[in-house]
């Protein structure tokens, strides 16, 4: 079992900038490919980044390359997503989620553990 708890939520002006975080707790953190997802009212759930077990690759959406980057410490147990230059159109609650192996993915279904989200609102 992983428990994963994310932070770093709140509302920020459009152009701002935001850190999240999601903290583990359980089974080795290590051996877990971590991603975030968003969900907007009336929205499906959807892909925003994923970093592999080592950290060595990231993958992001299109609609926030270049401006979020993922990352993660292993002796934290804690992944992280910056986000930089944010539009009204990134509001969600924002969700991590732990799939055990090296790589991430950017299908829900495909993800063993998730957080129970944090709110993230941009006003214009």
């Known amino acids: 079992q992983v428990r994963l708890v994310e932070s770093g939520g709140k509302l920020v002006q459009a152009g701002g900038s935001l850190r999240l975080s999601c903290a583990a707790s359980g089974r080795t953190f290590s051996s877990y490919a971590m991603g975030w997802f968003r969900q907007a009212p009336g929205k499906e759930r959807e892909f925003v980044a994923a970093?592999?077990?080592?950290?060595?690759?990231?993958y992001y959406a299109d609609s926030v390359k270049g401006r979020f980057t993922i990352s993660r410490d292993n002796a934290k147990n804690t992944v992280y997503l910056q986000m930089n230059s944010l539009k009204p159109e990134d509001t969600a609650v924002y969700y991590c989620a732990a799939r055990f192996g090296y790589s991430g993915s950017d299908t829900p279904a495909e993800y063993d553990y998730w957080g129970q989200g944090t709110q993230v609102t941009v006003s214009s």
């Open positions: 970093i592999s077990w080592s950290g060595g690759s990231t």
